[in-house]
Structures are given as structure tokens and as C-alpha cells.
């Protein structure tokens, strides 16, 4: 049963990133248009900006939870 799992969570992997590949219409249209290419610059780095605040928050929560049971197992 593990065996069957690990290739199912393989081929889910394989078609979950087939499908995160797409662009919405109007991001391909501005993008698709532009030869100087700075608009696609743009739209790059607004999404690096869009990603780095969740992995700030997972870092902070993670941080926070590491302090809290670090200060549990000192008490105890």
C-alpha cells in the first residue's frame, strides 16, 4: 500500500505542476504585446514580492513556536 502511495504522490506532483504553469488572460496579453520586455520584469518582481511575505510569516511563526517550547522544556 506505501508503494502505490509514493507513485501516487509523484503523479499528483507531475500534474499539479503542469497545471501551475498559466498565466491569467489579462497578465498574457500585457505581457504578449511588449517587446521592450520591461512590463515582464515588472510582473516578475511583483510576484517574487507576492511570494516573500508568506515564507517571512512561516519563518516568524516557526521562530515564535521554536522560543515557546524552547521556554516550556527550560521550566520543566
Not at 35 to 62: H, R
Amino acid at each position: 500500500m506505501v508503494k502505490y502511495s509514493k507513485y501516487l504522490l509523484v503523479v499528483s506532483l507531475l500534474l499539479i505542476a503542469n497545471s501551475t504553469s498559466a498565466q491569467c488572460a489579462m497578465c498574457r496579453a500585457v505581457l504578449e504585446s511588449e517587446e521592450s520586455g520591461v512590463p515582464a520584469a515588472a510582473i516578475n518582481d511583483g510576484i517574487v514580492y507576492l511570494m516573500a511575505f508568506p515564507y517571512l510569516l512561516l519563518i516568524v511563526v516557526g521562530w515564535a513556536v521554536y522560543r515557546i517550547y524552547k521556554k516550556k522544556k527550560a521550566i520543566a
